[in-house]
């Protein structure tokens, strides 16, 4: 099972249709967290690309999309367990912006931006 924490549209591709993007949580005995993308074909969502997020961050907040000279980068804000606990200013350090970019079906990491 799959719970969706956040989500947004935005034209990954540039062609003027908006992807889905969704930021998931799976609860489960060992949590996971996955990004995905999805695009609307014949009236209904279609899964064009998924990657398993690290375990060692926790993904809290999809932060924009970025023009890179590769493409379109897709901004997942995560933060340090400890980072979680202690609570606080959600851009202080212990945060960052990890960037994925879709190539074909796969969502790859790019380059991440620290804050």
């Known amino acids: 099972m799959n719970l969706q924490i956040v989500a947004g549209f935005a034209d990954l591709e540039g062609d003027g249709v908006a992807e889905l993007i969704v930021l998931q949580d799976r609860p489960r005995e060992e949590p996971a967290q996955a990004l995905a993308v999805y695009r609307l074909a014949n009236k209904s969502f279609h899964l064009v ?3 398993s997020l690290p ?4 993904a809290y907040l999809l932060d924009g999309v970025r ?3 590769s493409g379109k980068e897709i901004l997942v804000r995560t933060a340090t367990p400890a980072k979680c606990e202690a609570g606080g200013d959600p851009k202080a350090e212990g945060t960052a912006d990890v960037a994925y970019i879709v190539r074909g079906s796969r969502l790859l990491p790019a380059q991440p931006q620290k804050r």
């Open 49 to 51: 690309a998924q990657t």
């Open 55 to 58: 375990s060692q961050a926790i």
């Open 67 to 69: 023009d890179s000279s």
